[in-house]
Protein backbone atom coordinates (compact mmCIF):
# COMPACT_ATOMS: atom_id res chain seq x y z
CA UNK A 1 0.00 0.00 0.00
CA UNK A 2 2.53 2.38 0.51
CA UNK A 3 3.92 5.24 -1.88
CA UNK A 4 1.01 4.76 -3.83
CA UNK A 5 -1.19 7.71 -5.00
CA UNK A 6 -4.77 7.81 -2.98
CA UNK A 7 -8.45 6.69 -5.23
CA UNK A 8 -9.90 9.09 -7.01
CA UNK A 9 -12.69 6.65 -8.34
CA UNK A 10 -15.91 5.31 -5.93
CA UNK A 11 -14.86 1.98 -6.58
CA UNK A 12 -11.03 2.12 -5.33
CA UNK A 13 -11.87 4.36 -2.34
CA UNK A 14 -14.16 1.50 -1.14
CA UNK A 15 -11.56 -0.88 -1.59
CA UNK A 16 -8.98 1.22 0.54
CA UNK A 17 -12.00 1.48 2.94
CA UNK A 18 -12.21 -2.20 3.25
CA UNK A 19 -8.50 -2.60 3.10
CA UNK A 20 -7.97 -0.02 6.59
CA UNK A 21 -11.15 -0.02 8.92
CA UNK A 22 -10.22 -2.15 11.27
CA UNK A 23 -6.99 -0.38 11.61
CA UNK A 24 -8.09 2.63 11.61
CA UNK A 25 -11.22 1.57 14.30
CA UNK A 26 -8.54 -0.32 16.40
CA UNK A 27 -6.15 2.67 17.21
CA UNK A 28 -9.77 5.02 17.49
CA UNK A 29 -11.25 2.37 19.86
CA UNK A 30 -8.38 2.71 21.78
CA UNK A 31 -7.90 6.23 21.81
CA UNK A 32 -11.93 6.85 22.36
CA UNK A 33 -12.23 3.82 24.94
CA UNK A 34 -15.84 2.64 23.18
CA UNK A 35 -17.13 1.40 20.33
CA UNK A 36 -19.82 3.81 19.61
CA UNK A 37 -17.35 6.65 19.50
CA UNK A 38 -14.90 4.72 17.48
CA UNK A 39 -17.47 4.07 14.82
CA UNK A 40 -18.09 7.22 14.57
CA UNK A 41 -14.82 8.41 14.09
CA UNK A 42 -14.10 5.95 11.59
CA UNK A 43 -16.76 7.52 9.64
CA UNK A 44 -14.94 10.83 9.43
CA UNK A 45 -11.75 9.84 8.88
CA UNK A 46 -12.52 8.09 5.83
CA UNK A 47 -14.68 11.56 4.81
CA UNK A 48 -12.03 13.62 5.68
CA UNK A 49 -9.34 11.20 3.83
CA UNK A 50 -11.55 11.55 0.34
CA UNK A 51 -11.52 15.53 0.73
CA UNK A 52 -8.47 15.55 1.17
CA UNK A 53 -7.36 13.05 -1.16
CA UNK A 54 -6.04 15.51 -3.43
CA UNK A 55 -3.69 16.78 -1.17
CA UNK A 56 -1.56 13.26 -0.44
CA UNK A 57 1.50 13.52 -1.98
CA UNK A 58 2.64 9.92 -2.09
CA UNK A 59 5.55 10.80 -0.05
CA UNK A 60 4.14 8.49 2.42
CA UNK A 61 2.16 5.45 2.98
CA UNK A 62 -1.43 5.98 2.33
CA UNK A 63 -1.89 4.02 5.82
CA UNK A 64 0.48 6.69 7.82
CA UNK A 65 -1.56 9.42 6.03
CA UNK A 66 -4.80 7.36 7.77
CA UNK A 67 -3.61 7.14 10.67
CA UNK A 68 -2.42 10.86 11.04
CA UNK A 69 -6.18 11.79 9.67
CA UNK A 70 -7.90 9.35 12.24
CA UNK A 71 -5.31 11.06 15.23
CA UNK A 72 -6.61 14.68 13.76
CA UNK A 73 -9.99 13.64 13.56
CA UNK A 74 -10.28 12.10 17.19
CA UNK A 75 -8.51 14.84 18.62
CA UNK A 76 -11.17 17.28 17.07
CA UNK A 77 -13.22 15.35 18.09
CA UNK A 78 -12.25 14.78 21.55
CA UNK A 79 -14.29 17.88 24.15
CA UNK A 80 -17.66 16.00 22.35
CA UNK A 81 -16.86 12.24 22.68
CA UNK A 82 -19.27 9.95 24.69
CA UNK A 83 -16.45 7.92 26.51
CA UNK A 84 -17.87 6.74 29.73
CA UNK A 85 -14.94 7.72 32.20
CA UNK A 86 -14.94 4.70 35.17
CA UNK A 87 -12.34 7.00 37.58
CA UNK A 88 -15.31 9.32 37.28
CA UNK A 89 -18.12 7.05 38.57
CA UNK A 90 -20.05 9.26 40.31
CA UNK A 91 -22.20 7.33 42.66
CA UNK A 92 -23.22 4.24 39.98
CA UNK A 93 -22.38 1.04 40.77
CA UNK A 94 -18.86 -0.11 42.16
CA UNK A 95 -16.26 -1.19 38.96
CA UNK A 96 -16.26 -4.70 39.04
CA UNK A 97 -12.71 -5.97 39.73
CA UNK A 98 -13.35 -9.51 39.24
CA UNK A 99 -13.64 -12.36 41.79
CA UNK A 100 -11.34 -11.62 44.99
CA UNK A 101 -8.18 -14.17 44.88
CA UNK A 102 -9.00 -16.61 47.88
CA UNK A 103 -6.89 -19.50 48.65
CA UNK A 104 -8.27 -21.91 46.87
CA UNK A 105 -7.86 -19.98 43.46
CA UNK A 106 -6.16 -21.49 40.78
CA UNK A 107 -2.70 -19.77 39.52
CA UNK A 108 -5.16 -19.00 36.45
CA UNK A 109 -7.22 -17.03 38.35
CA UNK A 110 -4.76 -15.12 39.72
CA UNK A 111 -3.52 -14.02 36.99
CA UNK A 112 -6.85 -13.08 35.41
CA UNK A 113 -7.86 -11.24 38.33
CA UNK A 114 -4.80 -9.19 38.19
CA UNK A 115 -4.51 -8.21 34.21
CA UNK A 116 -8.41 -7.26 34.81
CA UNK A 117 -7.06 -4.86 37.79
CA UNK A 118 -3.99 -3.55 35.47
CA UNK A 119 -6.53 -3.17 32.38
CA UNK A 120 -8.89 -1.09 34.60
CA UNK A 121 -6.14 0.80 35.56
CA UNK A 122 -5.12 2.23 31.91
CA UNK A 123 -8.75 2.54 31.35
CA UNK A 124 -9.14 5.01 34.19
CA UNK A 125 -6.38 6.80 33.13
CA UNK A 126 -6.79 10.51 32.99
CA UNK A 127 -7.42 11.06 29.10
CA UNK A 128 -4.31 13.18 29.04
CA UNK A 129 -1.84 10.58 30.06
CA UNK A 130 -3.91 7.81 28.41
CA UNK A 131 -4.21 9.08 24.93
CA UNK A 132 -0.12 9.44 24.67
CA UNK A 133 0.05 6.10 26.37
CA UNK A 134 -2.35 4.32 24.12
CA UNK A 135 -0.30 5.90 21.11
CA UNK A 136 2.94 4.47 23.04
CA UNK A 137 1.44 1.30 23.72
CA UNK A 138 -0.39 0.19 20.87
CA UNK A 139 0.94 2.41 17.91
CA UNK A 140 4.61 1.72 18.89
CA UNK A 141 5.17 5.65 18.43
CA UNK A 142 8.27 7.32 19.61
CA UNK A 143 7.80 9.84 22.26
CA UNK A 144 8.96 12.44 20.02
CA UNK A 145 6.01 11.06 17.26
CA UNK A 146 3.93 11.26 20.04
CA UNK A 147 4.32 14.71 20.84
CA UNK A 148 4.12 15.86 17.37
CA UNK A 149 0.47 13.78 16.81
CA UNK A 150 -1.11 15.48 20.26
CA UNK A 151 0.70 18.94 19.73
CA UNK A 152 2.30 18.59 23.01
CA UNK A 153 6.25 19.07 23.78
CA UNK A 154 7.95 15.83 23.88
CA UNK A 155 8.74 16.29 27.40
CA UNK A 156 5.06 16.63 27.88
CA UNK A 157 4.44 13.97 26.17
CA UNK A 158 7.24 11.64 27.83
CA UNK A 159 6.50 12.57 31.45
CA UNK A 160 2.46 11.85 30.57
CA UNK A 161 3.76 8.48 29.38
CA UNK A 162 5.88 7.50 32.72
CA UNK A 163 3.26 9.10 34.57
CA UNK A 164 0.92 6.88 33.36
CA UNK A 165 2.96 3.79 33.91
CA UNK A 166 4.15 4.80 37.26
CA UNK A 167 0.14 4.86 38.13
CA UNK A 168 -0.50 1.45 37.14
CA UNK A 169 2.73 0.29 39.16
CA UNK A 170 1.22 1.82 41.71
CA UNK A 171 -1.95 0.06 41.72
CA UNK A 172 -0.10 -3.20 41.52
CA UNK A 173 1.60 -2.37 44.33
CA UNK A 174 -1.22 -1.92 46.37
CA UNK A 175 -2.62 -5.16 45.36
CA UNK A 176 0.37 -6.67 45.98
CA UNK A 177 0.49 -5.34 49.53
CA UNK A 178 -3.26 -7.03 50.22
CA UNK A 179 -3.27 -9.83 48.33
CA UNK A 180 0.91 -10.37 48.22
CA UNK A 181 1.04 -14.30 48.98
CA UNK A 182 -1.69 -15.42 46.60
CA UNK A 183 -0.41 -13.34 43.90
CA UNK B 1 14.10 8.88 30.99
CA UNK B 2 12.60 8.67 27.49
CA UNK B 3 15.40 6.14 26.68
CA UNK B 4 14.11 4.45 29.33
CA UNK B 5 10.67 4.03 28.52
CA UNK B 6 11.18 3.63 25.07
CA UNK B 7 13.99 0.91 25.87
CA UNK B 8 11.49 -0.75 28.25
CA UNK B 9 8.48 -1.23 25.80
CA UNK B 10 11.10 -2.24 23.23
CA UNK B 11 12.92 -4.97 25.57
CA UNK B 12 9.44 -6.25 26.66
CA UNK B 13 8.00 -6.47 23.18
CA UNK B 14 11.70 -7.76 22.20
CA UNK B 15 12.15 -5.54 19.66
CA UNK B 16 16.10 -4.75 21.31
CA UNK B 17 18.75 -6.27 18.82
CA UNK B 18 20.22 -9.36 21.13
CA UNK B 19 23.22 -7.18 22.80
CA UNK B 20 21.31 -4.20 23.41
CA UNK B 21 18.71 -6.83 25.53
CA UNK B 22 21.70 -8.34 27.17
CA UNK B 23 22.75 -5.21 28.53
CA UNK B 24 19.08 -4.10 29.10
CA UNK B 25 18.73 -7.30 31.27
CA UNK B 26 21.70 -6.47 33.40
CA UNK B 27 20.48 -2.92 34.00
CA UNK B 28 17.20 -4.62 34.87
CA UNK B 29 19.09 -6.84 37.77
CA UNK B 30 20.49 -4.24 39.24
CA UNK B 31 17.88 -1.66 39.28
CA UNK B 32 14.91 -2.58 41.20
CA UNK B 33 12.71 0.33 40.07
CA UNK B 34 13.21 -0.49 36.64
CA UNK B 35 12.49 -3.93 37.27
CA UNK B 36 9.27 -2.81 39.03
CA UNK B 37 8.40 -0.73 35.99
CA UNK B 38 9.46 -3.44 33.36
CA UNK B 39 7.11 -6.34 35.58
CA UNK B 40 4.12 -3.38 34.75
CA UNK B 41 4.83 -2.67 31.67
CA UNK B 42 5.08 -6.74 30.70
CA UNK B 43 1.56 -6.62 33.00
CA UNK B 44 0.38 -3.98 30.76
CA UNK B 45 0.94 -5.36 27.79
CA UNK B 46 -0.89 -9.09 28.38
CA UNK B 47 -3.54 -7.16 29.95
CA UNK B 48 -4.34 -5.03 26.68
CA UNK B 49 -3.53 -7.54 24.40
CA UNK B 50 -6.97 -8.42 23.56
CA UNK B 51 -8.00 -7.36 19.91
CA UNK B 52 -10.33 -4.72 20.36
CA UNK B 53 -14.49 -6.07 18.85
CA UNK B 54 -14.28 -5.65 14.75
CA UNK B 55 -15.43 -2.68 13.11
CA UNK B 56 -19.30 -2.58 12.11
CA UNK B 57 -18.74 0.01 10.34
CA UNK B 58 -19.72 -0.23 6.56
CA UNK B 59 -18.54 2.17 3.11
CA UNK B 60 -22.46 3.11 2.97
CA UNK B 61 -22.05 4.73 6.74
CA UNK B 62 -19.14 6.45 4.89
CA UNK B 63 -21.10 7.57 2.28
CA UNK B 64 -23.77 8.93 4.07
CA UNK B 65 -22.06 10.54 6.46
CA UNK B 66 -19.94 12.16 3.43
CA UNK B 67 -23.47 13.38 2.40
CA UNK B 68 -24.95 15.11 5.30
CA UNK B 69 -21.88 16.26 6.11
CA UNK B 70 -21.39 17.86 2.28
CA UNK B 71 -19.10 21.12 2.74
CA UNK B 72 -20.94 24.44 1.69
CA UNK B 73 -19.51 26.40 -0.62
CA UNK B 74 -17.65 29.25 0.64
CA UNK B 75 -19.14 31.79 -0.98
CA UNK B 76 -22.44 30.71 0.46
CA UNK B 77 -20.56 30.29 3.50
CA UNK B 78 -19.80 33.26 3.84
CA UNK B 79 -23.01 34.55 2.59
CA UNK B 80 -25.08 32.85 5.67
CA UNK B 81 -22.05 34.53 7.97
CA UNK B 82 -22.77 37.91 6.84
CA UNK B 83 -26.79 36.78 7.24
CA UNK B 84 -26.20 35.87 10.83
CA UNK B 85 -24.26 38.79 11.72
CA UNK B 86 -26.89 40.86 10.27
CA UNK B 87 -29.38 39.37 12.08
CA UNK B 88 -27.31 39.29 15.74
CA UNK B 89 -27.41 43.19 14.53
CA UNK B 90 -30.28 43.77 14.07
CA UNK B 91 -31.70 41.75 17.24
CA UNK B 92 -29.17 43.59 19.08
CA UNK B 93 -30.56 47.11 18.03
CA UNK B 94 -34.09 45.55 18.21
CA UNK B 95 -34.52 47.25 21.47
CA UNK B 96 -33.51 50.76 20.72
CA UNK B 97 -35.95 50.58 17.45
CA UNK B 98 -38.60 49.84 20.18
CA UNK B 99 -37.63 52.43 22.85
CA UNK B 100 -35.97 55.21 20.88
CA UNK B 101 -34.40 58.14 23.41
CA UNK B 102 -37.12 60.86 23.17
CA UNK B 103 -36.04 63.94 21.20
CA UNK B 104 -35.67 66.95 23.38
CA UNK B 105 -37.10 69.96 22.00
CA UNK B 106 -35.08 73.69 22.56
CA UNK B 107 -37.10 76.01 21.51
CA UNK B 108 -40.76 75.06 20.31
CA UNK B 109 -42.28 74.73 23.66
CA UNK B 110 -44.68 71.72 23.86
CA UNK B 111 -48.00 74.30 25.78
CA UNK B 112 -50.19 75.15 22.65
CA UNK B 113 -49.78 79.00 22.38
CA UNK B 114 -52.73 80.44 20.86
CA UNK B 115 -51.75 82.42 17.17
CA UNK B 116 -50.14 85.58 17.67
CA UNK B 117 -52.22 88.78 16.44
CA UNK B 118 -50.57 90.25 13.50
CA UNK B 119 -47.30 92.23 14.71
CA UNK B 120 -48.00 96.05 14.24
CA UNK B 121 -45.27 97.81 11.37
CA UNK B 122 -43.90 100.76 12.10
CA UNK B 123 -42.33 102.73 9.30
CA UNK B 124 -38.68 103.85 10.68
CA UNK B 125 -39.36 107.08 9.24
CA UNK B 126 -41.86 107.68 11.04
CA UNK B 127 -40.41 106.65 14.60
CA UNK B 128 -36.96 108.21 13.44
CA UNK B 129 -38.98 111.06 15.79
CA UNK B 130 -37.39 114.76 14.65
CA UNK B 131 -39.67 117.54 16.41
CA UNK B 132 -38.19 120.82 15.40
CA UNK B 133 -35.54 121.73 12.57
CA UNK B 134 -34.01 125.32 11.68
CA UNK B 135 -37.67 126.44 11.04
CA UNK B 136 -38.84 125.61 14.76
CA UNK B 137 -41.14 122.64 15.65
CA UNK B 138 -42.74 119.95 13.06
CA UNK B 139 -45.81 118.99 12.76
CA UNK B 140 -47.63 116.01 11.73
CA UNK B 141 -50.70 117.37 10.09
CA UNK B 142 -52.67 113.80 10.00
CA UNK B 143 -54.37 112.65 12.80
CA UNK B 144 -53.81 109.06 12.28
CA UNK B 145 -50.49 109.29 11.78
CA UNK B 146 -49.57 110.92 14.86
CA UNK B 147 -51.69 108.57 17.21
CA UNK B 148 -50.00 105.69 15.41
CA UNK B 149 -46.94 107.43 16.24
CA UNK B 150 -48.03 108.16 20.00
CA UNK B 151 -49.19 104.72 20.36
CA UNK B 152 -45.35 103.31 19.25
CA UNK B 153 -43.69 105.97 20.90
CA UNK B 154 -46.28 105.21 24.55
CA UNK B 155 -46.12 109.62 24.21
CA UNK B 156 -48.71 112.00 24.48
CA UNK B 157 -49.71 113.87 21.48
CA UNK B 158 -49.26 118.23 21.39
CA UNK B 159 -52.10 119.05 19.13
CA UNK B 160 -51.93 122.36 18.18
CA UNK B 161 -55.60 123.55 16.38
CA UNK B 162 -55.66 126.61 14.18
CA UNK B 163 -57.79 128.31 11.63
CA UNK B 164 -57.91 130.29 8.35
CA UNK B 165 -57.15 133.70 8.68
CA UNK B 166 -56.11 133.50 12.96
CA UNK B 167 -53.41 136.03 13.29
CA UNK B 168 -52.67 134.13 16.67
CA UNK B 169 -51.95 131.30 14.99
CA UNK B 170 -49.66 132.73 12.51
CA UNK B 171 -47.77 134.32 15.24
CA UNK B 172 -47.50 131.13 17.60
CA UNK B 173 -45.94 129.19 14.66
CA UNK B 174 -43.49 132.29 14.10
CA UNK B 175 -42.41 132.80 17.81
CA UNK B 176 -43.54 130.50 20.18
CA UNK B 177 -42.40 127.53 18.00
CA UNK B 178 -39.14 128.99 17.27
CA UNK B 179 -38.54 129.83 20.83
CA UNK B 180 -35.71 127.31 22.30
CA UNK B 181 -37.42 126.94 25.46
CA UNK B 182 -40.27 125.38 23.94
CA UNK B 183 -38.63 123.14 21.53
CA UNK B 184 -36.76 121.49 24.35
CA UNK B 185 -40.23 121.37 26.16
CA UNK B 186 -41.64 119.68 23.06
CA UNK B 187 -39.80 117.18 22.51
CA UNK B 188 -41.24 113.74 24.64
CA UNK B 189 -44.55 114.59 22.74
CA UNK B 190 -45.90 113.69 19.19
CA UNK B 191 -46.55 117.33 17.48
CA UNK B 192 -49.57 117.39 15.79
CA UNK B 193 -51.61 120.18 13.94
CA UNK B 194 -55.24 120.31 12.55
CA UNK B 195 -57.61 122.93 11.20
CA UNK B 196 -60.32 123.16 12.89
CA UNK B 197 -62.72 122.56 10.30
CA UNK B 198 -61.07 119.38 9.41
CA UNK B 199 -61.00 118.23 13.13
CA UNK B 200 -62.82 115.94 15.09
CA UNK B 201 -65.96 116.56 16.72
CA UNK B 202 -64.77 115.71 19.54
CA UNK B 203 -62.08 118.05 19.80
CA UNK B 204 -63.45 121.04 17.57
CA UNK B 205 -64.20 123.09 20.57
CA UNK B 206 -66.19 126.40 21.22
CA UNK B 207 -63.83 128.59 19.05
CA UNK B 208 -64.91 131.84 21.29
CA UNK B 209 -62.68 130.42 23.77
CA UNK B 210 -59.79 132.12 22.19
CA UNK B 211 -57.36 131.37 19.65
CA UNK B 212 -55.20 129.13 18.74
CA UNK B 213 -56.64 125.81 21.03
CA UNK B 214 -54.12 123.85 22.74
CA UNK B 215 -54.82 120.01 23.46
CA UNK B 216 -52.84 117.18 24.77
CA UNK B 217 -54.51 113.76 24.17
CA UNK B 218 -53.00 110.38 24.72
CA UNK B 219 -52.48 107.48 22.25
CA UNK B 220 -55.89 106.40 21.87
CA UNK B 221 -57.09 110.61 20.82
CA UNK B 222 -58.78 111.08 24.25
CA UNK B 223 -57.98 114.46 25.27
CA UNK B 224 -56.44 114.96 28.54
CA UNK B 225 -55.42 118.30 29.08
CA UNK B 226 -55.70 121.38 27.27
CA UNK B 227 -55.90 125.66 27.16
CA UNK B 228 -57.04 127.99 24.77
CA UNK B 229 -55.31 131.75 23.52
CA UNK B 230 -52.04 133.13 23.29
CA UNK B 231 -49.74 132.98 25.97
CA UNK B 232 -45.95 133.42 26.02
CA UNK B 233 -43.64 131.05 25.00
CA UNK B 234 -42.53 130.56 28.87
CA UNK B 235 -45.65 129.59 29.70
CA UNK B 236 -46.12 127.51 26.23
CA UNK B 237 -43.00 125.48 27.52
CA UNK B 238 -43.81 125.83 31.17
CA UNK B 239 -47.09 123.69 30.36
CA UNK B 240 -45.59 121.19 28.33
CA UNK B 241 -42.89 120.80 30.92
CA UNK B 242 -45.49 120.74 33.74
CA UNK B 243 -47.62 117.94 33.25
CA UNK B 244 -46.41 114.54 33.82
CA UNK B 245 -46.28 112.24 30.66
CA UNK B 246 -44.06 109.47 29.31
CA UNK B 247 -40.70 110.61 27.78
CA UNK B 248 -40.03 108.54 24.74
CA UNK B 249 -36.48 107.46 23.59
CA UNK B 250 -36.67 108.50 20.07
CA UNK B 251 -33.49 107.33 19.18
CA UNK B 252 -34.03 104.01 20.33
CA UNK B 253 -37.39 103.65 18.70
CA UNK B 254 -36.08 104.96 15.23
CA UNK B 255 -33.28 102.35 16.02
CA UNK B 256 -35.65 99.63 16.53
CA UNK B 257 -37.90 100.74 13.90
CA UNK B 258 -35.35 100.45 11.81
CA UNK B 259 -33.95 96.93 12.71
CA UNK B 260 -37.58 95.61 12.53
CA UNK B 261 -37.72 96.61 8.98
CA UNK B 262 -34.25 94.83 8.54
CA UNK B 263 -35.52 91.82 9.41
CA UNK B 264 -38.80 91.37 7.46
CA UNK B 265 -36.26 92.08 4.60
CA UNK B 266 -33.78 88.84 5.70
CA UNK B 267 -34.23 86.07 3.98
CA UNK B 268 -32.16 84.51 6.52
CA UNK B 269 -34.47 83.43 9.30
CA UNK B 270 -31.20 83.13 11.64
CA UNK B 271 -30.29 86.71 11.19
CA UNK B 272 -34.62 87.59 11.58
CA UNK B 273 -34.23 86.13 14.68
CA UNK B 274 -31.60 87.76 15.92
CA UNK B 275 -32.67 91.49 15.21
CA UNK B 276 -35.86 90.56 16.87
CA UNK B 277 -34.30 89.79 19.91
CA UNK B 278 -31.86 92.96 19.52
CA UNK B 279 -35.55 94.94 19.99
CA UNK B 280 -37.27 93.08 22.12
CA UNK B 281 -34.30 93.62 24.74
CA UNK B 282 -34.97 97.11 24.31
CA UNK B 283 -37.67 98.16 26.86
CA UNK B 284 -40.01 100.19 24.69
CA UNK B 285 -42.98 99.72 22.80
CA UNK B 286 -41.15 98.30 19.67
CA UNK B 287 -40.23 95.16 22.21
CA UNK B 288 -43.53 94.29 22.46
CA UNK B 289 -43.47 94.25 18.34
CA UNK B 290 -40.46 91.99 18.00
CA UNK B 291 -41.85 89.57 20.38
CA UNK B 292 -44.81 89.49 18.73
CA UNK B 293 -42.53 88.23 15.29
CA UNK B 294 -40.68 85.89 17.38
CA UNK B 295 -44.09 84.06 18.76
CA UNK B 296 -44.99 83.77 15.32
CA UNK B 297 -41.89 82.19 14.25
CA UNK B 298 -42.35 79.95 17.61
CA UNK B 299 -45.95 79.06 16.61
CA UNK B 300 -45.01 78.52 12.90
CA UNK B 301 -42.88 75.65 14.48
CA UNK B 302 -45.33 74.36 16.67
CA UNK B 303 -47.99 74.52 14.46
CA UNK B 304 -45.73 72.09 11.77
CA UNK B 305 -44.72 69.94 14.40
CA UNK B 306 -48.26 68.95 16.03
CA UNK B 307 -49.47 68.37 11.98
CA UNK B 308 -46.70 65.99 11.69
CA UNK B 309 -47.92 64.07 14.51
CA UNK B 310 -51.31 63.72 12.71
CA UNK B 311 -49.55 62.85 9.44
CA UNK B 312 -48.01 59.90 10.96
CA UNK B 313 -51.40 58.59 11.98
CA UNK B 314 -53.42 59.29 9.36
CA UNK B 315 -51.06 59.53 6.35
CA UNK B 316 -47.95 57.98 7.18
CA UNK B 317 -44.25 58.72 8.38
CA UNK B 318 -43.23 59.85 5.01
CA UNK B 319 -45.88 62.30 5.05
CA UNK B 320 -44.66 63.64 8.14
CA UNK B 321 -41.31 63.19 7.51
CA UNK B 322 -42.14 65.77 4.35
CA UNK B 323 -43.94 68.38 6.28
CA UNK B 324 -41.23 68.75 9.13
CA UNK B 325 -38.83 69.04 6.06
CA UNK B 326 -40.44 71.26 4.41
CA UNK B 327 -41.27 73.71 7.70
CA UNK B 328 -37.25 73.45 8.80
CA UNK B 329 -36.22 74.80 5.68
CA UNK B 330 -37.38 78.35 6.21
CA UNK B 331 -36.51 78.59 10.05
CA UNK B 332 -33.03 76.96 9.43
CA UNK B 333 -30.38 77.95 11.16
CA UNK B 334 -33.05 78.43 14.13
CA UNK B 335 -33.44 76.81 17.30
CA UNK B 336 -37.06 76.19 15.73
CA UNK B 337 -35.61 74.77 12.59
CA UNK B 338 -32.76 73.13 14.45
CA UNK B 339 -35.62 71.13 16.65
CA UNK B 340 -38.11 70.76 13.77
CA UNK B 341 -34.72 68.84 11.97
CA UNK B 342 -34.12 66.46 14.86
CA UNK B 343 -37.75 65.30 14.60
CA UNK B 344 -37.63 65.02 10.92
CA UNK B 345 -34.96 62.65 11.02
CA UNK B 346 -36.42 60.73 13.72
CA UNK B 347 -39.14 60.04 11.81
CA UNK B 348 -37.48 59.64 9.01
CA UNK B 349 -35.23 56.10 11.05
CA UNK B 350 -37.59 55.29 13.04
CA UNK B 351 -40.68 55.97 10.84
CA UNK B 352 -42.98 56.90 13.86
CA UNK B 353 -43.14 60.23 15.80
CA UNK B 354 -40.59 59.99 18.75
CA UNK B 355 -41.94 60.93 22.30
CA UNK B 356 -41.38 64.98 22.87
CA UNK B 357 -39.30 66.43 25.71
CA UNK B 358 -38.71 69.91 26.68
Request: with cysteine; hydrophobic share 45%.
Amino acid sequence: MADRALPVDGDEFRRLFEEHKDTVFRVLYRLAGNRHDAEDLVQDTFVRLWRKREQFRGDGSVEGYLRRIAYRTFLNARARLSRPRAHENNGREPVDHGPDPSESASRAELRSFLLAHVRRAVEELPDSWREPFVLFRYEGMKLKEIADTLGITPKAAEIRVARALERVSGRLRELKAKYGEAL
Amino acid sequence: MSHDLERIRDYVEDRLPPAEREAFAAEIARDPGLAELVETYELVVRATSDAPPAATTTFLDVVVRARAARRIPRPLLAAAALLVAVAIFAFLSAPLKRTPAPVTLKAIPLALRPAPEAPPHWPPELLTHKTADEDGLLFYDDLSTALAVAKAARAHVFLFIHFPGCSWCDEFRDVQCRDEAVIKAAEPYVLLTLDWRKAPEALREDPNGGWPIFDVLDADGRKIDGFKGMEPAGTVAEFLLGRTHPRPDWEGLGEGARRLEEAEAAGDAARRLELYRQVAAADNALSEVARAHIAAMEKEAQDALFAAREDVLRLGAAAAADRLGSAAAPLRGTPYGDDLDRVHTFVREHGSFPELKE
